[in-house]
Protein backbone atom coordinates (compact mmCIF):
# COMPACT_ATOMS: atom_id res chain seq x y z
CA UNK A 1 0.00 0.00 0.00
CA UNK A 2 1.48 3.32 -1.12
CA UNK A 3 0.15 6.57 0.76
CA UNK A 4 0.25 9.89 -0.74
CA UNK A 5 0.06 13.27 1.62
CA UNK A 6 -0.85 16.07 0.30
CA UNK A 7 -3.54 14.36 -1.62
CA UNK A 8 -5.77 17.17 -2.13
CA UNK A 9 -3.36 19.90 -3.85
CA UNK A 10 -2.45 19.31 -7.48
CA UNK A 11 0.94 17.61 -7.48
CA UNK A 12 -0.40 14.89 -4.47
CA UNK A 13 -3.98 14.36 -6.51
CA UNK A 14 -1.88 13.66 -9.49
CA UNK A 15 0.85 11.00 -7.87
CA UNK A 16 -2.63 9.61 -6.22
CA UNK A 17 -4.11 9.43 -10.37
CA UNK A 18 -0.82 7.58 -11.68
CA UNK A 19 0.45 5.33 -9.03
CA UNK A 20 -3.81 4.07 -9.70
CA UNK A 21 -3.15 4.02 -13.58
CA UNK A 22 0.18 2.15 -12.75
CA UNK A 23 -2.23 -0.83 -10.89
CA UNK A 24 -0.68 -0.07 -6.98
CA UNK A 25 -2.63 0.08 -4.09
CA UNK A 26 -2.93 3.55 -3.09
CA UNK A 27 -4.49 5.46 -0.19
CA UNK A 28 -4.73 9.22 0.66
CA UNK A 29 -3.94 11.53 3.57
CA UNK A 30 -6.28 13.95 3.72
CA UNK A 31 -7.34 16.54 6.48
CA UNK A 32 -10.79 16.97 4.62
CA UNK A 33 -12.51 13.48 4.01
CA UNK A 34 -15.26 15.19 2.18
CA UNK A 35 -13.58 17.96 0.57
CA UNK A 36 -11.10 15.28 -0.88
CA UNK A 37 -13.62 13.31 -2.38
CA UNK A 38 -14.74 15.96 -4.37
CA UNK A 39 -11.71 15.83 -5.95
CA UNK A 40 -10.26 12.53 -6.34
CA UNK A 41 -11.95 9.47 -7.81
CA UNK A 42 -14.25 8.08 -6.14
CA UNK A 43 -12.61 4.46 -5.23
CA UNK A 44 -9.38 6.45 -3.39
CA UNK A 45 -9.09 5.33 -0.03
CA UNK A 46 -8.93 8.17 2.06
CA UNK A 47 -7.11 8.02 5.25
CA UNK A 48 -7.43 11.09 7.18
CA UNK A 49 -4.04 12.89 9.34
CA UNK A 50 -3.11 16.19 10.16
CA UNK A 51 0.81 17.41 9.92
CA UNK A 52 0.48 19.36 12.97
CA UNK A 53 -0.85 16.16 15.01
CA UNK A 54 1.47 13.62 15.16
CA UNK A 55 -0.94 11.38 16.65
CA UNK A 56 -3.28 10.86 13.62
CA UNK A 57 -0.53 10.91 11.02
CA UNK A 58 0.65 7.65 13.20
CA UNK A 59 -2.81 6.32 12.80
CA UNK A 60 -2.79 7.12 9.17
CA UNK A 61 0.27 5.44 8.46
CA UNK A 62 -0.66 2.38 10.05
CA UNK A 63 0.10 -0.82 7.65
CA UNK A 64 1.98 1.44 4.94
CA UNK A 65 4.41 -0.32 2.98
CA UNK A 66 5.46 3.20 1.12
CA UNK A 67 4.49 6.75 2.05
CA UNK A 68 5.00 9.51 -0.36
CA UNK A 69 5.45 12.93 1.72
CA UNK A 70 4.67 15.65 -0.72
CA UNK A 71 6.19 19.29 1.15
CA UNK A 72 3.87 21.11 3.09
CA UNK A 73 2.99 24.67 2.69
CA UNK A 74 3.13 27.70 5.01
CA UNK A 75 5.52 29.68 6.73
CA UNK A 76 9.04 27.87 6.78
CA UNK A 77 8.82 27.22 10.64
CA UNK A 78 5.65 25.16 9.94
CA UNK A 79 6.78 23.74 6.89
CA UNK A 80 9.90 22.28 8.89
CA UNK A 81 7.49 21.22 11.43
CA UNK A 82 5.24 19.60 9.42
CA UNK A 83 7.72 17.38 7.62
CA UNK A 84 9.62 16.56 10.64
CA UNK A 85 5.78 15.13 12.30
CA UNK A 86 5.35 13.19 9.10
CA UNK A 87 8.89 11.65 9.37
CA UNK A 88 8.62 10.75 13.02
CA UNK A 89 5.55 9.24 12.26
CA UNK A 90 6.99 7.30 9.50
CA UNK A 91 10.00 6.09 11.54
CA UNK A 92 7.39 5.13 14.25
CA UNK A 93 4.72 3.17 11.78
CA UNK A 94 7.56 1.32 10.86
CA UNK A 95 6.86 2.87 6.81
CA UNK A 96 9.48 0.66 4.53
CA UNK A 97 10.28 3.83 2.30
CA UNK A 98 9.77 7.32 1.93
CA UNK A 99 9.86 9.19 -1.66
CA UNK A 100 10.19 13.06 -0.56
CA UNK A 101 9.13 15.74 -2.32
CA UNK A 102 11.90 18.41 -2.02
CA UNK A 103 13.95 21.18 -4.24
CA UNK A 104 17.40 22.26 -5.85
CA UNK A 105 17.87 24.88 -3.89
CA UNK A 106 19.26 23.68 -0.21
CA UNK A 107 22.55 24.66 0.29
CA UNK A 108 23.91 26.03 3.37
CA UNK A 109 24.88 29.21 2.12
CA UNK A 110 21.49 29.56 -0.37
CA UNK A 111 19.16 33.11 0.73
CA UNK A 112 16.49 31.04 -0.04
CA UNK A 113 13.81 31.62 2.88
CA UNK A 114 12.75 27.84 2.29
CA UNK A 115 16.30 26.28 1.93
CA UNK A 116 16.51 25.52 5.79
CA UNK A 117 13.06 23.97 6.06
CA UNK A 118 14.09 21.44 3.07
CA UNK A 119 17.95 20.60 3.91
CA UNK A 120 16.06 19.69 7.49
CA UNK A 121 13.91 17.47 6.57
CA UNK A 122 16.44 15.76 4.29
CA UNK A 123 18.55 15.23 7.03
CA UNK A 124 16.18 13.95 9.24
CA UNK A 125 15.57 11.24 6.24
CA UNK A 126 18.81 10.29 6.45
CA UNK A 127 19.21 9.83 10.31
CA UNK A 128 15.31 8.20 10.24
CA UNK A 129 16.83 4.93 9.59
CA UNK A 130 14.21 4.52 7.17
CA UNK A 131 15.04 4.29 2.87
CA UNK A 132 14.29 7.43 1.21
CA UNK A 133 13.82 8.50 -2.50
CA UNK A 134 14.97 12.87 -2.84
CA UNK A 135 13.52 14.56 -5.73
CA UNK A 136 14.84 17.80 -5.47
CA UNK A 137 12.64 19.99 -7.89
CA UNK A 138 13.32 22.84 -10.13
CA UNK A 139 11.25 25.88 -10.27
CA UNK A 140 7.68 25.03 -11.30
CA UNK A 141 6.34 26.42 -14.87
CA UNK A 142 3.08 26.84 -12.94
CA UNK A 143 4.69 29.10 -10.13
CA UNK A 144 6.08 30.94 -12.95
CA UNK A 145 3.12 31.61 -14.98
CA UNK A 146 0.66 32.49 -11.70
CA UNK A 147 3.04 33.93 -9.31
CA UNK A 148 5.06 36.85 -11.76
CA UNK A 149 4.23 36.37 -15.34
CA UNK A 150 0.40 36.59 -15.38
CA UNK A 151 0.41 39.65 -12.80
CA UNK A 152 2.74 41.32 -15.18
CA UNK A 153 0.40 41.36 -18.53
CA UNK A 154 -0.77 44.44 -17.85
CA UNK A 155 2.14 46.25 -17.90
CA UNK A 156 4.32 43.89 -20.03
CA UNK A 157 6.74 44.46 -17.74
CA UNK A 158 8.23 41.77 -15.97
CA UNK A 159 10.16 43.06 -12.48
CA UNK A 160 12.11 41.00 -10.82
CA UNK A 161 15.34 41.21 -8.73
CA UNK A 162 16.61 37.87 -10.21
CA UNK A 163 19.81 39.68 -11.99
CA UNK A 164 20.33 37.67 -15.63
CA UNK A 165 19.69 34.18 -13.56
CA UNK A 166 18.58 31.33 -15.07
CA UNK A 167 15.75 28.87 -14.40
CA UNK A 168 15.20 25.18 -15.50
CA UNK A 169 11.41 25.10 -15.51
CA UNK A 170 9.53 21.95 -14.79
CA UNK A 171 5.39 21.38 -14.87
CA UNK A 172 3.82 20.44 -11.54
CA UNK A 173 2.22 17.49 -13.89
CA UNK A 174 6.00 16.42 -14.68
CA UNK A 175 6.66 16.58 -11.14
CA UNK A 176 3.46 14.48 -9.92
CA UNK A 177 4.40 11.89 -13.22
CA UNK A 178 8.42 11.60 -11.59
CA UNK A 179 6.98 11.37 -8.30
CA UNK A 180 4.91 8.08 -8.85
CA UNK A 181 7.23 6.61 -10.96
CA UNK A 182 10.19 7.03 -8.20
CA UNK A 183 7.69 5.86 -5.51
CA UNK A 184 6.49 2.77 -8.04
CA UNK A 185 10.51 1.74 -8.75
CA UNK A 186 10.82 -1.92 -7.12
CA UNK A 187 14.41 -0.65 -6.03
CA UNK A 188 14.07 1.04 -2.49
CA UNK A 189 17.80 1.94 -2.30
CA UNK A 190 18.24 5.34 -0.80
CA UNK A 191 18.71 7.93 -3.99
CA UNK A 192 18.26 11.45 -4.89
CA UNK A 193 17.29 12.64 -8.16
CA UNK A 194 16.83 16.22 -9.54
CA UNK A 195 13.92 17.15 -11.31
CA UNK A 196 14.28 19.97 -13.71
CA UNK A 197 13.32 20.55 -17.12
CA UNK A 198 15.50 20.20 -20.34
CA UNK A 199 16.90 23.78 -20.80
CA UNK A 200 17.67 26.65 -18.87
CA UNK A 201 15.62 30.04 -19.68
CA UNK A 202 16.96 33.52 -18.66
CA UNK A 203 14.39 35.45 -17.76
CA UNK A 204 14.03 37.40 -21.05
CA UNK A 205 13.78 34.10 -22.78
CA UNK A 206 11.09 33.35 -20.64
CA UNK A 207 8.79 36.90 -20.96
CA UNK A 208 9.40 36.62 -24.80
CA UNK A 209 7.86 33.15 -24.82
CA UNK A 210 5.24 34.58 -22.90
CA UNK A 211 4.49 37.41 -25.23
CA UNK A 212 4.36 34.95 -28.20
CA UNK A 213 2.01 32.82 -26.52
CA UNK A 214 -0.26 35.19 -24.88
CA UNK A 215 0.10 37.70 -28.52
CA UNK A 216 0.75 40.65 -25.97
CA UNK A 217 4.50 41.74 -25.67
CA UNK A 218 5.99 40.84 -22.44
CA UNK A 219 9.52 42.33 -21.88
CA UNK A 220 11.56 41.38 -18.28
CA UNK A 221 13.76 44.42 -16.70
CA UNK A 222 15.69 43.24 -13.25
CA UNK A 223 15.15 45.81 -10.28
CA UNK A 224 16.32 45.97 -7.42
CA UNK A 225 16.17 43.76 -4.07
CA UNK A 226 14.50 46.40 -2.10
CA UNK A 227 12.40 47.78 -4.99
CA UNK A 228 10.56 44.19 -5.66
CA UNK A 229 10.21 44.14 -1.71
CA UNK A 230 8.31 46.98 -1.44
CA UNK A 231 6.31 46.29 -4.25
CA UNK A 232 5.43 42.42 -3.05
CA UNK A 233 4.73 43.61 0.27
CA UNK A 234 2.42 46.25 -0.53
CA UNK A 235 0.07 43.44 -2.40
CA UNK A 236 1.64 40.11 -0.79
CA UNK A 237 0.42 38.73 3.10
CA UNK A 238 4.22 37.67 5.13
CA UNK A 239 6.04 35.53 4.23
CA UNK A 240 5.86 35.59 0.60
CA UNK A 241 7.19 38.44 0.36
CA UNK A 242 10.64 37.47 1.80
CA UNK A 243 10.09 33.89 0.32
CA UNK A 244 9.85 35.34 -3.34
CA UNK A 245 12.63 37.91 -2.86
CA UNK A 246 14.80 35.25 -1.13
CA UNK A 247 14.27 32.72 -4.02
CA UNK A 248 15.12 35.58 -7.01
CA UNK A 249 18.28 36.54 -4.84
CA UNK A 250 19.01 33.03 -5.34
CA UNK A 251 18.24 32.44 -8.72
CA UNK A 252 20.64 35.16 -9.32
CA UNK A 253 23.41 33.20 -7.65
CA UNK A 254 23.19 30.35 -9.90
CA UNK A 255 21.37 27.77 -8.15
CA UNK A 256 18.28 27.10 -10.40
CA UNK A 257 20.28 26.52 -13.19
CA UNK A 258 21.64 23.35 -13.58
CA UNK A 259 19.84 21.44 -15.62
CA UNK A 260 19.37 17.13 -14.74
CA UNK A 261 18.51 14.29 -16.94
CA UNK A 262 17.17 12.41 -14.03
CA UNK A 263 13.41 13.41 -15.19
CA UNK A 264 13.61 11.12 -18.42
CA UNK A 265 15.68 8.41 -16.67
CA UNK A 266 12.64 7.92 -14.35
CA UNK A 267 9.90 8.46 -16.63
CA UNK A 268 11.52 7.33 -19.96
CA UNK A 269 10.23 10.78 -21.76
CA UNK A 270 11.06 13.84 -22.02
CA UNK A 271 9.56 17.04 -19.64
CA UNK A 272 7.31 19.61 -21.35
CA UNK A 273 9.44 22.59 -22.34
CA UNK A 274 8.33 26.22 -21.18
CA UNK A 275 6.70 26.87 -24.33
CA UNK A 276 4.76 23.65 -24.82
CA UNK A 277 3.34 24.31 -21.02
CA UNK A 278 2.25 28.01 -21.87
CA UNK A 279 0.51 26.67 -25.18
CA UNK A 280 -1.15 23.70 -23.53
CA UNK A 281 -2.26 25.98 -20.35
CA UNK A 282 -4.07 28.89 -23.02
CA UNK A 283 -5.58 25.91 -24.62
CA UNK A 284 -7.37 24.90 -21.59
CA UNK A 285 -5.61 21.04 -21.83
CA UNK A 286 -4.59 18.90 -19.40
CA UNK A 287 -1.84 17.34 -19.42
CA UNK A 288 -1.76 13.52 -20.11
CA UNK A 289 -2.23 11.50 -17.43
CA UNK A 290 1.06 9.36 -18.02
CA UNK A 291 2.50 7.31 -15.00
Known sequence: MILVTGASGHVGRNVVLRLTLLGHAVAALVRDAQAAQRRLPTETTLRVGD???????????????????????????????????????????DVRHITFTSIVDIGEASPFYYAPAYRDAERRLAACGLASTIL????????ILDTWLAPARGSGELLLPAGQGLVTPISRDDVATAVAAAAARPDK???????????????????????????????????????????????????????????CASIAEGRYAATSVDFTALTGRQPENFRDFLVRVAAGRPAEPIG
Not at 136 to 143: A, K, P, Q, V
Request: proline residues 4%; hydrophobic residues 40%.
Open 136 to 143: RCGLYSDF
Open 51 to 93: YEDVSTLKRAFAGIDELVLISSDGDADTVMRHHANAIEAARTA
Open 189 to 247: SPTVYTITGERALDFDEIAACYGVVAERPMRYRACSLDDYLASASARLEDPWPRAFSSM
